[in-house]
């Protein structure tokens, strides 16, 4: 049979590739039967039964540890084939049938597999027994050929009914992960600003509130800077916007990186303005994360031929500090820090404006 293979898109790994193919070349009709019996009069029987149907494969095995190995169990090794349904004699002499069964049923390849018992014994005691070790169902002996028959194809159903619901299971919960995987992927290009890469207003204003309300709770400290690119304007106007837009997009990175703890935030607040949040950092360590982002910008070095005092690309940083009171609120902490910043670009920009005692810091 010629099997065209037509626009198959996987991914790159090879394990996903082999197991695309074997889905595709799997013939779905052909069922496994394996069948532990010690007596080849029973074997001979039951295939004679069975092999007329067509494509079902059948493995017999005339010894448990055989069986065993064939399936992988109790050895080091991957099982040999797929199993659809187990025809097992409750009487074995090496190994009774009842302990193989439960040793299937505590397996993960095999603990959903049918299971038939063939046994001899009409008593209510041993037939509970089977049942309540995991049996699928029992044929009596000596064998009626169409009670073995309708029981076989009874249970081969079972198992086409089983593995169809595995598989929908599986393209359930894959579906589930697709979803998942892209509504993270939503929420993080949602709560990232579309030019720098860098948190956006929206996410700031949502995190700054909780961490607000946190450091309400603990009584911890708590440090913000409003940041501004000093004479951007200008520069958009001289260099052009895509020069502004890559200009923006450095000094957002190196606000980032000037930060180090976990929990600081440095966002897009609008324009040419950004935003750092230091939750549990004492006023000191506010400041110095305000001095090592000046440095580091200033670092960058970008040309800014059309600024008055400058010739190269500066921020100008207000800051605030404190442990805020129950009650107050966080918008006007922010405004205290925007406060700061507007007096820092009065004094000549480029420097840090700290409200209370720390002097003025020039940037270098």
């Keep these: 049979m010629k099997i065209v293979y037509k626009n198959i898109y996987c991914s790159s790994d090879a394990d996903n590739v082999l197991e695309l193919l074997k889905k595709l070349t799997e013939d779905k009709a052909t069922m496994r039967i394996a069948i532990f019996d010690d007596d080849p009069d029973i074997l001979s029987y039951l295939e004679k039964i069975i092999k007329p149907w067509g494509r079902h494969k059948i493995v017999s095995f005339k010894s448990v540890m055989q069986g065993y190995e064939y ?62 070790s995991g049996a699928t169902d029992f044929i009596l002996k000596p064998f009626n050929r169409i009670e073995v028959k309708s029981r076989l194809r009874s249970a081969l159903r079972l198992k086409t009914a089983i593995d169809h619901w595995k598989d929908k299971e599986k393209e359930l919960l894959e579906t589930n992960r697709l979803l998942m995987a892209a509504n993270q992927n939503y929420l993080q ?125 500066t921020v100008s940083i207000g800051a605030a500090h404190g442990i805020p009171e129950v009650g107050t609120s966080s918008r006007n902490f922010l405004e205290r820090a925007d406060k700061m910043l507007y007096k820092a670009k009065d004094a000549g920009r480029a420097r840090i404006e700290f409200e209370g005692q720390l002097e003025v810091i020039a940037g270098s």
């Excluded at 505590?106 to 046994?119: G, L």
């Excluded at 000191?284 to 070095?301: D, E």
């Design 71 to 132: 399936l992988g169990l109790g050895y080091d090794i991957l099982p040999a084939s797929r199993i659809d349904l187990f025809l097992i004699d409750l009487a074995m002499p090496e190994v009774d049938g009842l302990s193989v069964l439960k040793t299937l049923r505590s397996h993960e390849d095999y603990f959903d597999v049918p299971v038939i018992m063939m046994t001899g014994s009409r008593k209510d005691d041993v037939l509970e027994e089977v049942f309540q």
């Design 189 to 313: 290009l949602t709560a990232l600003d579309g030019l720098t890469g860098i948190t956006n207003r929206s996410t700031f204003d949502k995190i700054f509130e909780m961490e607000w309300k946190r450091a309400q709770r603990n009584r911890s400290e708590i440090g913000l800077l409003m940041i501004d690119v000093d004479y951007f304007k200008q520069y958009n106007d001289h260099y052009g916007h895509p020069a502004g837009d890559d200009c923006l997009r450095r000094v957002a990175h190196a606000l980032e990186k000037s930060t180090s703890k976990g929990g600081d935030l440095v966002a897009r607040y609008g324009g040419e303005e950004f935003v750092a949040l230091l939750p549990n950092t004492t006023r000191r360590g506010t400041y110095l994360v305000a001095q090592l982002m000046l440095r580091n910008i200033s670092k960058l070095n970008i040309p800014h031929h059309a600024a008055a005092e400058i010739d190269h690309v």
